[in-house]
């Protein structure tokens, strides 16, 4: 499945249909599920389920890579069935959940992986919010 990208605004003259500025990042993907942007990075973080050894895994990789070529980076394997994933940039860290109804904190390199709650029922998402004291 790929992943495409384009501009907010559709070029002059043209439809959504037949717009010229579609770009693909990724391709080839065995099941991407969950995506998040860390826009201060310009990085693409998503879940991926599917067959091993890309898919029920945690990956990213650049917008922009200095030399154009995009490889994901796989962060972790093994998830069960891998479904959600939220970013908190300001504290470095991601949260991931998976179908088997874990949820698992790390930092954003995929590194100090923890599960912070085990058999919590088919989890299909996560989310992350700050709120203010």
């Given at each position: 499945m790929p992943f495409l990208r384009a501009a907010i605004d559709l070029p002059a003259g043209e439809?959504?249909?037949?717009?010229?500025?579609?770009?693909?990042?990724?391709?080839?993907?065995?099941e991407p599920i969950d995506l998040q942007l860390h826009?201060?990075?310009?990085?693409?973080?998503?879940?991926d389920r599917g067959d091993p050894p890309r898919g029920n895994s945690v990956n990213r990789t650049p917008m922009d890579p200095p030399d154009g070529q995009?490889?994901?980076?796989i962060l972790w394997t093994?998830?069960?069935e891998g479904i959600g994933i939220a970013l908190d940039p300001d504290d470095g860290r991601m949260f991931v959940t998976d179908m088997?109804?874990?949820?698992?904190?790390?930092?954003l390199d995929g590194s100090n992986r923890r599960e912070i709650l085990i058999a919590q029922g088919n989890l299909t998402g996560i989310a992350h919010a700050v709120i203010p004291t």
């Open positions: 439809s959504a249909a037949d717009r010229s500025d579609i770009e693909v990042l990724l391709q080839g993907l065995p826009l201060a990075e310009r990085t693409l973080y998503w879940t995009r490889e994901p980076e093994h998830l069960m088997a109804g874990t949820v698992y904190a790390a930092d």
